[in-house]
């Protein structure tokens, strides 16, 4: 299994109150599904994805990716993670305003640390090419339409061959033809091989997905399988 | 994120921010400016005065004169001294490595005469050795050489004031003169040299007022006894001057038996007194121009960290976005120091910029008022005030490159979602 976890609980302490997001939540995803993760807002979905997408850490509970265990890694540890493992794909896209489009796709790969400035271009101009952006290149993200921001955002999620593509809502922001062409990538992902996570409220979307997990009050409420 | 593209971030920055960063740099330009100037101008007029005090020609210079022994053997010891003579002038030669030129003189005040023209004149014997020690440059003709010394030559150089009261502009090498009843050729004039009036006189006149002749010529035609009234020494540059000025003191004594028939004017002493003094002032000026400078940009500094915070706040999306894809804290410290030392660079270089333009501007006013006044750029100034500026940078950087760094980025993207 690329995702596994065991009785994750996410506690935020308010002061007087104590919230509890996640009430232990135990699923798991194979490599090459394609999951929706579904709840209404406020049920924990959010908190799960960012628990998934190691940019938050779970109060108790298990958490392996890719064969090894997640939950209890330092700040820096996460962050490597993050960068290798993992592709995000924001509702609201999230790119840089004031760097070009494929410095933007480029972002992870400046990170990692030992990746010629050069390939980085290569791979990002690629990608692009490949989402129908090539002639956009050197545009700024707000030179662009909502679809082609979202369209250079999964360029940026995938230019780090990432075991899992996490998207949040990320038709959100978008009207709904240009939402169909993404979930048309997404889908296309999929197909091409990619384990992809879509987190949403909107049943229509998460019916694309092959199997949908349903979250409520920080619990798996239910599962359903297409 | 490399070095360079924090750079490139950091330039991003000022140019997408222009009036903030403006206003930022204004501190840091005015004190590394102010620096880069203030030094200048003080190395600039300290470096004058020294040149002024090389010009004046007494620097490593000794006067050795006669006076009367003011011993309780008082007269009579003047039997056993037979007072300073060119026989102590090769002893001291022969003694002492350090002195470089040794002059002895004999002075006179007699009149000086050409065609219709006549004044009082001072004239002095002297050897080649006087025109070194005092720094006397030729303008015409020759200097006094060696062989007129021995031949008791009736030969004159007049300084050039002197050839001015007697000959006006016409031409004075090859004419004669009457030096008392005696008859001279003129062989040289000097010339007066061009230094700064910045302190008044030059001091270089009473040199030029006077007609050199051979020392040997001035006690046989002017002197009735074999005395020599001087001696002017000049010791080698870097000499210890105490110790040279101990010897020749030493020397003296023996060779007159003991008896203090001479005084020796140590103007060497006073000269390097003076100069020291003038690097001390160079000193002081050179710390209190410090501390101005620390506060201002200090000032500055404080400046470019409220700018720095602004910037983190503005920017806190793209901080969790820039984590989200996998920077660790300390890439995104390191982001923010290198742009807040690249705006305080940009800033610095600006200042050195605008301080070694305040030198031209100084020098070419001068020049425009008619004074020769280089102020060359300060380099110790240049150097401190654009690493002052590179420290403000990483002082006032931390904070805010550190702030940034410690974001959550859930919160950061979350915000102005």
């Known amino acids: 299994m690329l995702i596994e976890t065991r009785d994750l609980t996410k506690s935020y302490d308010l002061g007087a109150v104590q919230v509890d997001a996640l009430r232990g ?87 990692h640390g030992s990746i010629s400035r050069s390939e980085r271009f290569d791979r990002s101009k690629k990608l692009l090419d490949s989402l129908g952006l090539g002639h956009r290149l050197g545009h700024r993200p707000n030179e662009l339409s909502g679809g082609e921001r979202q369209r250079a955002a999964i360029a940026r999620a995938l230019v780090n061959e990432p075991a899992i593509l996490l998207a949040d809502e990320p038709t959100g922001n978008l009207d709904q033809r240009t939402g169909r062409e993404i979930m048309t990538i997404l889908g296309d992902l999929h197909s091409g091989g990619r384990t992809i996570v879509i987190v949403t409220h909107d049943a229509g979307i998460a019916e694309q997905a092959r199997r949908t997990v349903h979250i409520e009050d920080g619990r798996v409420a239910r599962e359903t399988v297409v | 994120m490399n070095v360079f593209e924090s750079i490139a971030s950091g330039m991003r920055s000022i140019w997408s921010h222009k009036l903030r960063s403006a206003l930022t740099l204004f501190g840091i330009v005015v004190g590394v400016a102010a620096v880069v100037a203030m030094f200048s101008f003080v190395g600039g007029i300290s470096k004058r005065i020294m040149e002024d005090f090389e010009q004046l020609g007494f620097d490593n210079v000794f006067f050795v004169s006669d006076r009367q022994p003011d011993n309780p053997r008082g007269l009579a010891s003047l039997k056993v001294s037979k007072g300073l003579t060119l026989q102590d002038t090769e002893v001291l030669r022969e003694e002492i490595p350090e002195i470089e030129w040794l002059c002895p003189t004999v002075a006179t005040r007699i009149v000086g005469r050409a065609g219709n023209q006549a004044r009082h004149f001072p004239v002095f014997g002297a050897t080649p050795d006087g025109f ?14 060696w062989l007129d010394v021995e031949n008791h030559a009736r030969v004159a150089v007049l300084g050039e004031i002197a050839k001015e009261d007697l000959f006006g502009d016409r031409n004075a090498v090859g004419e004669q003169m009457l030096i008392g009843k005696e008859s001279f050729t003129i062989v040289g ?30 006690i046989h035609y002017f002197k009735g006894s074999k005395s020599i009234d001087y001696f002017a020494v000049r010791i080698r540059d870097g000499s210890d001057i105490g110790a040279v000025y101990e010897r020749i003191h030493q020397t003296l004594l023996r060779e007159h038996r003991g008896i203090e028939d001479f005084y020796i004017e140590n103007i060497a002493e ?65 982001q923010f120091i290198i742009e807040s030392v690249t705006i305080s660079l940009f800033g610095g270089l600006v200042g050195l910029g605008v301080g070694a333009g305040l030198c031209k501007l100084i020098t070419f006013g001068a020049a425009q008022m008619g004074q020769d006044f280089v102020i060359p750029v300060s380099g110790a100034g240049s150097v401190l005030g654009v690493s002052f500026a590179v420290a403000v940078g990483v002082i006032f950087g931390l904070y805010p490159a550190y702030k940034a760094s410690r974001l959550d980025p859930i919160d950061a993207i979350s915000r102005y979602a």
């Open chain 2, 189 to 218: 004039i000097l010339r007066m040299k061009e230094f700064s009036r910045m302190f008044g006189g030059t001091g270089q006149e009473e040199n030029h007022e006077r007609v050199y002749i051979p020392i040997t010529s001035g």
């Open chain 1, 25 to 111: 939540v135990t699923f798991g995803i194979d490599e090459g599904e394609y999951v929706a993760i579904m709840g209404p807002s406020g049920s924990g979905k959010s908190t799960l994805m960012h628990i998934l997408g190691c940019l938050d850490t779970p109060t108790s509970g298990r958490y392996s990716l890719d064969g090894s265990e997640v939950s209890g890694l330092k700040p820096r540890e996460l962050a490597r993670i993050r960068n290798k493992k993992i592709g995000f794909v924001f509702q609201n896209f999230n790119l840089l305003p004031r760097i070009d489009l494929v410095s933007n796709v480029a972002l992870p790969l400046v990170y």
């Open chain 2, 132 to 145: 070194p020690i005092l720094k006397l440059e030729l303008g015409a003709g020759r200097l006094i050489n």
């Open chain 2, 270 to 334: 006073q000269i390097a007194e003076a100069k020291s003094g003038v690097e001390r002032i160079t000193q002081t000026w050179h710390t209190i121009l410090s501390s101005i400078a620390t506060v201002s940009l200090l000032v500055g500094g404080i400046g470019l960290l409220s700018v720095l915070i602004i910037s983190v706040n503005e920017r806190l999306r793209e901080i969790g976005i820039r984590k989200a894809v996998g920077a660790e804290d300390r890439a995104i410290f390191q």
